[in-house]
């Protein structure tokens, strides 16, 4: 079959290739079938240039992923297909449509939703469709008949090791290595234990339940083959791993970080680690191991916003050591931080920045907090009333929430000053080109001029210029928060 695997990526900066549809290709391709890619994280976002390329594919299946952000985008997509090609099937799988199954078939144009994880679905709906059948009892599939939902039940997780390898070379890998000044990004394991109430792993285990393991690991050797063909194929510098928590198992990073310098050699990478799973001897392991940068969540520097809306559950203390411990290893740090949290007041944005002060990370980034559908956070702004819009398309420059203690506006100054407050005593060049380079982000063809630099490799000279990477600051800034 002829299946056309589309990517409505429309977020500005950091690129990044979709991991999901690199492991649904796989199996596609594994299956024996014809797979492209539809990719408009570079470009190509008109209806003319989209239809061009399906026009030299003529897709029999298109199977979009769709994040909350890019959902209407993605739709907009398989209304423009669908007119143009009637007869092709539509599926629609990823974050979003995770979440939101009902809505997302809802749309006129969506045929079959995934729920979850979709490499085995995937496999068993081409494979049905190819026969010529219309069977609609497949696991992790709702599809739609008569008007009506059919939703299915979920199946088992699958062991991340008995699927194929994820197929970067649907997309042009090296453009995104390029992009991110040398950087290639992978995915060691699903899920995350913990219960974050901004956060949609919280959902995804309920959906799971009794599905078998939420978290799932790949095995070492497994994994540092996936980098070894990775470094082998392609010009990079830098591995960064797109984990939810890296460093969630203690013994799998010991046997990780005593393989990796055998296996793939001096090739740095960067990891999320969430505070409370990080220990000293696993940072000090980590850095032998070529640990670059570690990222992690600070969120709040008020323990109560922290611990009971966020439930973070963790010490001011806890935070302090492991910031500490990560600079002993010689692994940079950076810190997530969220400003605009329900129920949170000025006072409480200071008490993060003080918190920031004293942990003093190499790099910091702050977002203001949106609401997620399926998280207890956005059932919360929607009972209080505090939801602008259902969802927000532009989570770095707004936010789908009206907080009843700040105006968006001055969120957003508080966000564009952030890095400045941090920095500005112990590192006051750098605070100041926070600064500017926080203010001009909002516009969006300084967030397209800056793009276009950082992919021209302007990145790399700012770092030769200024050995405090401030440039780096604002960009990473832009992938929010996450352990
Ligand atoms: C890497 C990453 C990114 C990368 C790549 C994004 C991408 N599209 O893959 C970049 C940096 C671009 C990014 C950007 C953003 N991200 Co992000 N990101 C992640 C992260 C950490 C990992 C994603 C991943 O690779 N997962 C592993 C793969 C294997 O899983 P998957 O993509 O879900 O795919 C599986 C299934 O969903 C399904 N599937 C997926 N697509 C399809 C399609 C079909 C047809 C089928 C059948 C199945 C299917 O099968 C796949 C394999 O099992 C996740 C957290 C997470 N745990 O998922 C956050 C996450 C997806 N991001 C999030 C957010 C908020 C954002 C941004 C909005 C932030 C911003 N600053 O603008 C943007 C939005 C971009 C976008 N539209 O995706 C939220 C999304 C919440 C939501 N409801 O949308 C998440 C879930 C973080 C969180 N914990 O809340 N992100
Ligand atoms: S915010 Fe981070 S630590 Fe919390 S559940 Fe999500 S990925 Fe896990």
Redesign the pocket.
Same mark, same amino acid.
């Given at each position: 079959m002829r299946i056309l695997l589309i990517y409505p990526?429309i977020?500005e900066s *950091?690129? =990044?290739i #979709? /991991? &999901?549809?690199a #492991? @649904?290709g796989a199996i596609l391709k594994e299956e024996g079938h014809t797979v492209k890619l539809l990719d408009t994280t570079f470009g190509g976002r008109t209806d003319e240039q989209i239809m061009t390329q399906v026009d030299t594919f003529k897709p029999e299946i298109a199977? +979009?992923?769709v /994040?909350?952000?890019?959902f209407k985008f993605g739709m907009h997509i398989l209304d423009i297909i669908r007119e143009r090609y009637p007869s092709v099937t539509t %599926? @629609?799988?990823? %974050?979003?449509a995770? @979440?939101a199954p009902e809505e997302t078939l809802a749309q006129k144009n969506v045929d079959m939703v995934?729920v &979850? =994880?979709?490499?085995m *679905? !995937?496999r068993d709906i081409a494979r049905m469709i190819a026969k010529g059948e219309r069977n609609t009892n497949i696991q992790n599939i709702w599809f739609k008949k008569e008007g009506k939902i059919i939703p299915n039940p979920q199946r088992q997780l699958p062991n991340l090791d008995e699927l194929p390898i994820p197929d970067r070379s649907l997309f042009d890998f090296q453009r995104y290595i390029d992009w991110h000044g040398g950087t290639a990004?992978i +995915?060691s394991t699903?899920g995350c234990p913990y219960p974050c109430t901004y956060? @949609?792993?919280r959902k995804q285990k309920e959906i799971y339940k009794g599905s078998g393991m939420f978290v799932r690991y790949k095995s070492v050797d497994k994994l540092l083959a996936e980098i070894k063909g990775i470094k082998d194929k392609y010009k990079l510098k830098e591995i960064l791993f797109?984990d939810?928590t890296f460093t969630l198992d203690p013994r799998r990073i010991k046997e990780f970080c005593e393989k990796y310098p055998t296996v793939v050699g001096k090739l740095p990478f960067t990891i999320n680690g969430r505070v409370n799973t990080v220990t000293r001897d696993m940072l000090m392991i980590l850095g032998k191991a070529g640990c670059a940068r570690i990222n992690m969540g600070v969120e709040c520097g008020n323990l109560r916003i922290r611990n009971d809306i966020l439930e973070r559950d963790m010490t001011d203390q806890q935070v302090i050591d492991t910031f500490h411990w990560a600079k002993e290893a010689g692994i940079k740090t950076y810190a997530f931080n969220m400003i605009g949290i329900p129920y949170e007041t000025k006072e409480n944005i200071q008490e993060t920045i003080e918190l920031n002060r004293k942990i003093n990370p190499d790099f910091v980034g702050v977002s203001i907090f949106t609401a997620? *559908?399926?998280t207890p956070l956005y059932d919360l702004c929607k009972r209080e009333g505090w939801l602008t819009e259902e969802y927000s398309t532009s989570?770095?420059q707004d936010t789908n929430v009206k907080h009843p203690n700040f105006t968006i506006d001055e969120l957003k100054k508080i966000r564009d000053s952030f890095g400045f407050e941090i920095y500005r005593k112990t590192k006051p060049l750098r605070a100041y080109v926070d600064l500017v380079d926080k203010k001009l982000t909002r516009y969006q063809p300084y967030m397209h001029l800056r793009s276009m630099l950082i992919a021209a490799g302007f990145k790399r000279v700012l770092h030769l210029l200024d050995k405090e990477n401030f440039f780096e600051v604002s960009q990473q800034d !832009?992938?929010?928060t #996450?352990a």
């Open positions: 990526n977020i *950091p690129k =990044e #979709s /991991a &999901g549809l #492991s @649904v199977c +979009i992923t /994040a909350t952000n890019d %599926i @629609v799988g990823g %974050i979003h995770t @979440v995934c &979850g =994880e979709g490499d *679905p !995937i990004t +995915i699903r956060c @949609v792993n797109n939810d997620f *559908p399926g989570y770095f !832009i992938l929010g #996450s």
